[in-house]
């Protein structure tokens, strides 16, 4: 299938499902195969927007049970029960914010973070790994022992230094590309599941 007919099968299916974006149905794949967001009580979305995640995470886990917190720079459409942040993954005290705004620490921290693209495929990947990486620092901060965390991550030397690194810090590691993704894009999926809390393992952790 061609890359076009691709993006337009699952944009259409967005669109009949009323998703906000084709990328839903990627969390989909992911918690189909690795059940992440079971059990989760508190989840972050990092790079939310327009938030076709969120509406996943909300499907999957209710709002009654679950407090779901979405952050992105652009402005996300407010979504019934989920708490919203217009704010950089760098922002200073990001983290206490969280905390303040889940009401304790985070089950799961999903990032789908994806840099404006500038052609320039080296500047791209560093730019998208950089993301990847604060997101993790985020998750570090905010996750509770046992907690998951999802990241996007375009494939590049960098990427494996991430993924040894995260190796470290949680039960498993696995690296999954659905079929929603595009097959010439660099995106593929890190899934950390038991994050290992303070552990000497993640003492030693050093960003
Ligand atoms: C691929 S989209 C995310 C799609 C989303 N998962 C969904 O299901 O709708 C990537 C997002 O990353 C966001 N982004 C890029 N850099 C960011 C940053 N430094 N802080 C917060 N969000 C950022 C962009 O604004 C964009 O909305």
Redesign the pocket.
């Known amino acids: 299938m061609s890359r076009w007919n691709h993006g337009e099968t699952y944009r259409r299916q967005a669109k009949a499902s009323g998703y906000?974006?084709r990328?839903?149905f990627k969390?989909l794949e992911i918690e189909k195969r690795f059940a992440v967001l079971r059990h989760a009580r508190r989840v972050v979305?990092?790079?939310?927007?327009?938030?076709?995640?969120?509406q996943v995470v909300v499907e999957l886990c209710g709002v009654s049970d679950c407090r779901i917190l979405g952050?992105?720079?652009?402005k996300v459409k407010p979504i019934e029960g989920v708490e919203l942040m217009q704010?950089?993954?760098?922002a200073p005290d990001l983290a206490s914010q969280m905390l303040k705004s889940l009401g304790g620490r985070a089950t799961v921290v999903l990032s789908?973070?994806?840099?404006k693209l500038t052609g320039n495929k080296t500047v791209d990947r560093e730019r998208q790994v950089w993301?990847a990486r604060t997101s993790l620092e985020l998750a570090l901060r905010v996750l509770d022992q046992k907690g998951h965390f999802v990241t996007k991550v375009f494939e590049s030397n960098q990427a494996g230094g991430l993924r040894n690194q995260m190796r470290k810090l949680f039960q498993s590691v696995r690296v999954f590309k659905p079929k929603a993704s595009f097959k010439s894009s660099p995106e593929v999926y890190l899934i950390a599941k038991g994050f290992l809390g303070s552990s000497p393992k993640t003492a030693e952790y050093d960003l």
């Not at 704010?87 to 760098?90: G, H, P």
């Not at 789908?112 to 840099?115: G, Y």
């Open positions: 906000r974006s990328a839903a969390l979305d990092l790079c939310c927007a327009p938030g076709g995640w969120l952050v992105d720079l652009a704010t950089s993954i760098d789908d973070c994806a840099p993301q």
